[in-house]
């Protein structure tokens, strides 16, 4: 079983959408856990860090942690074609990041 | 965000040669640097951590002579392929520690290795 998991995709959806994106996790050490995106042939940009259960919203984006669940998601509302990309989640424990295998997403226009 | 900055960003080479590859933080020091592999349609791969003035960690299976990395100085991290043969063609990405902000990582744009 890996440490992370994340359903790789594709995801379609239409301009608009709410998208979900979600990573479970099996390794109750992980203290911090962050979303990038990753466009083609392009490094990991770092959109959302969080460190606590519960929600944190920035802009367009809402990052969702539940610990007792081992369960973390990314909602991006009124998504747009330019959000098209892959998504990987990632968790820290001792110093390294441990990523989920990433969700490919297409917004439609 | 922090910016790191990475050089070549693309580099073709021939079997047998070394290649460089540069990581630099701009706008901060990063006593901790990481490099990373990324194959097509995978995730990144975690190669080995940098740490300034000293000797890298590396990851169980990555062969340290082969992936020879150097950090002489707080803002770059140097990572060199030696004798490069077609199976290392791989996205390298280096990343860096920002401790002010939980650990988490900022990411250079990649540098896309041939080898022929």
């Known amino acids: 079983q890996k440490e992370v998991e994340q359903d790789p995709g594709p995801l379609s959806v239409p301009e608009g959408a709410i998208v979900s994106l979600n990573c479970t996790y099996s390794?109750?050490?992980?203290?911090?856990f962050m979303w990038y995106r990753q466009y083609s042939r392009k490094g990991p940009e770092l959109l959302m860090y969080?460190?606590?259960?519960g929600n944190k919203e920035d802009g367009r984006f809402t990052a969702q942690v539940d610990k007792s669940s081992k369960y973390i998601s990314l909602f991006i509302r009124d998504s747009q074609p330019s959000d098209s990309a892959t998504y990987l989640c990632?968790?820290?424990?001792?110093?390294?990041?441990?990523f989920g295998q990433g969700t490919t997403l297409q917004v439609k226009p | 965000g922090a910016v790191v900055s990475q050089h070549p960003s693309r580099v073709i080479c021939k079997s047998g040669t070394s290649v460089k590859i540069e990581c630099r933080s701009l706008?901060?020091?990063?006593?901790?640097m990481f490099w990373y592999r990324q194959f097509p349609k995978q995730s990144l791969m975690l190669m080995a951590t940098s740490n300034e003035g000293s000797k890298a960690t590396y990851e169980q299976g990555v062969e340290k002579d082969k992936f020879l990395i150097n950090h002489a100085s707080l803002t770059l991290s140097t990572l060199t392929v030696t004798s490069a043969h077609p199976e290392d063609s791989s996205f390298y990405i280096c990343s860096a520690r920002i401790p002010q902000v939980g650990d988490t990582q900022y990411f250079g744009p990649g540098t896309r290795l041939t080898v022929l």
């Open positions: 390794n109750s050490a992980f203290q911090y």
């Open positions: 706008d901060f020091q990063a006593t901790t």
């Open positions: 990632a968790m820290e424990a001792t110093g390294k990041l441990i």
């Open positions: 969080t460190y606590s259960s």
